[in-house]
């Protein structure tokens, strides 16, 4: 089972801090680790480690931050089909993390946020049945160049899950609209479905109508699914948190694989929850495990 994930990758730069100091005051680092992520590398994570195959739309830059992810793709057996080097700066971003495991980002963009069709030039020898797309890669001015590519991919069969992300609110409308138009499953949290109902009023059951699944997330408390077939509650798996890092991108994986492979949105959603459970429990945003670990 193939997928097609639009993300960019970046080296993640993790600090581990006591606490926040109050503003204009200092603090201190516990510890420090760098590793390769981004929401798409976090999601084909998941993917490859149930089994299937993903495939990240990226570019990185020709600098050894770009080195460092390619040969980190190469170990880890990723398919770098659609990940082009180019000339330029690759981007990182700055994880501080909290003893209870959770985060603040801070991002630099790089090359990763540049897209250009040539990415794509040998989609035709990926038959995916399923594709996902992060929030995040909308927010660059190549995002119209973009929605034209995922437009003539659906046309042609491919179904996309839509994450909106936590910079949801900062897609332009135009291109918001168009995404969830092109999209069969969108998995918003509660903030994330507000900005949703500015751009088209009584959402969930217009989208549900017309087009396909909400996934609404609730964090700790499970979530929620509308289907045409009607709704559902489902609930989170309650483990000890390490690191929330990717835990949602985790979740988003989980579903790709599941319904790309035919599974009912129940069990999807139900894999989906372990798989982010699991990820919480590693001090990384993704880890290499299998199915049968979960």
């Known amino acids: 089972m193939d997928c097609i994930i639009f993300g960019g990758l970046v080296v993640d730069k993790y600090f581990d801090i006591e606490g926040y100091p109050d503003r204009g005051q200092d ?54 089909e659609f990940v082009k080097q180019t000339d330029g700066i690759s981007g990182y971003c700055l994880v501080f993390k909290e003893p209870d495991g959770e985060r603040t980002f801070l991002t630099k963009k790089g090359v990763e946020g540049k897209f250009d069709p040539e990415l794509l030039e040998n989609i035709d020898s990926i038959k995916s049945p399923i594709g996902a797309i992060t929030g995040y890669y909308l927010l660059n001015e190549a995002a119209p160049i973009i929605m034209d590519c995922i437009e003539v991919m659906r046309v042609s069969g491919t179904k996309f899950i839509f ?18 138009k092109a999209s069969f499953v969108v998995t918003p949290n509660e903030t994330e479905i507000e900005i949703f109902e500015k751009v088209q009023p009584n959402f969930i059951e217009s989208y549900v109508r017309s087009r396909g699944i909400v996934v609404l997330k609730k964090g700790a408390a499970g979530g929620r699914c509308y289907t045409r077939n009607g709704i559902f509650d489902y609930n989170s798996v309650k483990v000890d948190a390490v690191d929330t890092t990717g835990a949602g991108d985790s979740f988003t994986g989980a579903l790709c694989y599941a319904l790309g492979s035919g599974v009912d949105i129940k069990n999807a959603v139900d894999l989906a929850s372990l798989c982010a459970a699991k990820t919480v429990q590693i001090n990384a945003p993704h880890g290499f495990w299998n199915i049968k670990e979960v």
């Open 27 to 80: 603090g201190f680092i516990t510890s420090e680790a760098a590793y390769v992520g981004g929401c798409a590398i976090n999601i084909a994570a998941t993917i490859n480690n149930l089994g299937g195959r993903a495939h990240v739309v990226s570019y990185i830059g020709n600098d050894k931050t770009g080195e460092q992810i390619l040969k980190y793709l190469k170990t880890n057996g990723f398919s770098q």
């Open 163 to 180: 994450d909106p992300g936590p910079l949801a609110g900062s897609i332009r409308e135009d291109i918001l609209k168009r995404m969830i």
